[in-house]
């Protein structure tokens, strides 16, 4: 049964929303050392393939404005939460992470002013690889088995995600200036 684009209350925002609402609990399980916790693993797991679940709760029933604006904030949230508390527990550097935050921030905002517009910016596809890249960057380093052992696939995946990042952000900004630079030309 399609719900309506202005719907609040659906299955698939109920799942943004307790997403949003239980990702603190996974940032207090995060280790104060390195070294992983199989508790915060395991809850980063779920709150990771939520987000495939709303997606298909959405495609299934319909999107809504709301879920809209609320999956990539709770993407945001999840995400750069995690990364900051692993930035005080000493396993992730802070540049990488102020990298991808600053992207966040401008992307959101440039979101929410042509959104205001009436404009949707739907995620680009390599977006989409950079979150994929950063949830697997946080999972493997707060899995014991990989931790500590294999700083170097978590630590490569980070900056992968930074250099997706950084693409994915230009593509938004490339296709931004687009219409205008057509208009102009008019």
């Not at 690889?129 to 990989?146: H, Y």
Request: aromatic content about 12%; overall charge positive.
């Amino acid at each position: 049964m399609p719900v309506d684009p202005s719907a609040v209350k659906t299955w698939a925002n109920l799942v943004t929303v307790a997403r949003v609402l239980i990702a603190p609990i996974m940032f207090l399980l995060i280790p104060e050392k390195p070294g992983g916790s199989w508790v915060a693993f395991g809850l980063w797991f779920v709150l990771c393939s939520t987000d495939g679940i709303d997606g298909f709760l959405a495609r299934r029933h319909g999107a809504t404005t709301v879920g809209a604006f609320l999956d990539p904030l709770a993407d945001k949230v999840l995400v750069l939460g995690a990364m900051f508390f692993l930035v005080n527990s000493h396993v992730f550097w802070i540049v990488p992470i102020i990298i991808i935050a600053a992207r966040e921030l401008a992307i959101s905002l440039y979101r929410t002013f042509v959104g205001a517009k009436g404009v949707s910016v739907p995620a680009s596809k390599v977006a989409k690889f950079k979150t994929v890249a950063q949830q697997l960057s946080v999972g493997f380093a707060i899995a014991p088995l990989t931790a500590i052992d294999a700083k170097w696939l978590w630590n490569g995946l980070l900056w992968i995600s930074v250099v997706l990042a950084l693409i994915s952000g230009c593509q938004y900004m490339w296709r931004a200036r687009r219409p205008r630079a057509v208009a102009n030309a008019l």
